[in-house]
């Protein structure tokens, strides 16, 4: 996996007269943390980072060219979004060694539809350990072939050459359970005709 280019600006006004005008311009105010560099204040543009996250996930190596400096490969840590506008208030990156194993969540998701019964879904992110390069944008269970009383634990899921799922073994990532009203048996016809998954895992910051 190719990392993807973001370009920065340094910022050393931190009033909030110009982090209002940052953000009117359409950048994002930033901070880069790195084991040897410290943290170091920047600014992205919003448009940009959000392209970033929706094409290549929020556990996509960046190359992060800071403006006169040469470029860091950092991965988004967090990142604060205005829910009604869609724009990013704030973010996180942190350096990262692209030999080194790290831990991120990596968003779970269920595809296919069961023989009978009406799935339930308790786990949606799993923990993950890899190298930067290897870490999956998400990890799919197939419950095709499952029918009422079948589960999948994260055992199942784990198993994996590039990485490794730390949650325990015995967790219960999805089951199929009975219908139990006739909600539940209209709800699975309805899944059954046109199956649609959506949803994007997503960690909120308070600003600084």
């Keep these: 996996m190719m990392s993807v280019t973001l370009n920065a600006l340094k910022r050393e006004d931190h009033t909030k007269s ?3 005008q940052l953000r009117e ?7 880069v943390y790195g084991k040897d560099n410290g943290a170091k204040s920047i600014s992205v543009d919003s448009m940009e980072l959000l392209k970033t996250v929706r094409d290549e996930g929020k556990n996509a190596v960046i190359s992060l060219q800071i403006q006169g400096e040469s470029s860091l490969n950092v991965m988004l840590h967090d990142y604060q979004t205005d829910k009604i506008k ?6 996180d990156f942190y350096v990262v060694n692209m030999s080194q194993e790290l831990e ?10 069961p023989e009978n019964g009406v799935v339930q879904q308790p786990l949606y992110e799993v923990t993950v350990r890899a190298t930067p ?3 999956p944008n998400e990890i799919t269970v197939d419950i095709s072939n499952k029918s009422i009383g079948d589960i999948v634990t994260v055992a199942e ?4 050459t590039t990485y490794e799922v730390t949650d325990d073994p015995e967790t219960i990532v999805a089951s199929v359970l009975a219908p139990t009203t006739n909600a539940d048996m209209e709800g699975q ?9 959506t949803g994007e895992a997503q960690t909120d910051r308070n600003e600084d």
Excluded at 157 to 160: A, D, F, H, T
């Design 86 to 91: 869609d724009h990013v208030l704030h973010a």
């Design 157 to 160: 899921i784990g198993e994996s």
């Design 104 to 113: 991120t969540t990596v968003p779970v998701r269920v595809v296919g539809e």
């Design 133 to 135: 390069n290897n870490f």
């Design 18 to 20: 110009a982090t209002k």
């Design 189 to 197: 016809e309805e899944t059954d005709a046109e199956p649609e998954f």
């Design 25 to 31: 311009s359409g950048q994002v105010p930033a901070v």
